[in-house]
Every structure is written in C-alpha cells, then in structure tokens.
C-alpha cells in the first residue's frame, strides 16, 4: 500500500509552499505563473516574494 501512495504523491501537480516536492521538475508559482523554478524531489517548496503561494508542476521544455 505504502507504494501506491508514494506513486499518487509524485503525480501531485500543486503544492502549497512548506509542502515537500513530490517529484524533481520545473515549478511555477500561482501567484506569478511566468516564473519557472527547478526543484528537486524533497525540497521544501518556498514561499515566493515572501508569500506563501501555491506551486504549479510545469512540463519539461521540449
């Protein structure tokens, strides 16, 4: 069971900031959509311009 939720966790697209990164990739901010971040897998999703904000799961530029 504990694998079917780790695999739900990495397909979460939206995190709050203090969340920690499910999944490696580029992350956008709700609150400012044209930046893109890169974090890894386990970070702690910061607040952005000192607000927390919700971070958005971008896809990988092709």
Not at 7 to 22: I, Y
């Amino acid at each position: 069971m504990k694998s079917i939720a780790l695999l739900r966790e990495r397909a979460t697209r939206v995190m709050p900031t203090g969340s920690h990164c499910p999944a490696s990739g580029l992350w956008s901010p709700d609150s400012d959509p044209e930046t893109v971040h890169v974090f890894t897998e386990g970070h702690v999703l910061p607040a952005h311009n000192g607000v927390p904000t919700v971070w958005r799961r971008r896809p990988a530029a092709s």
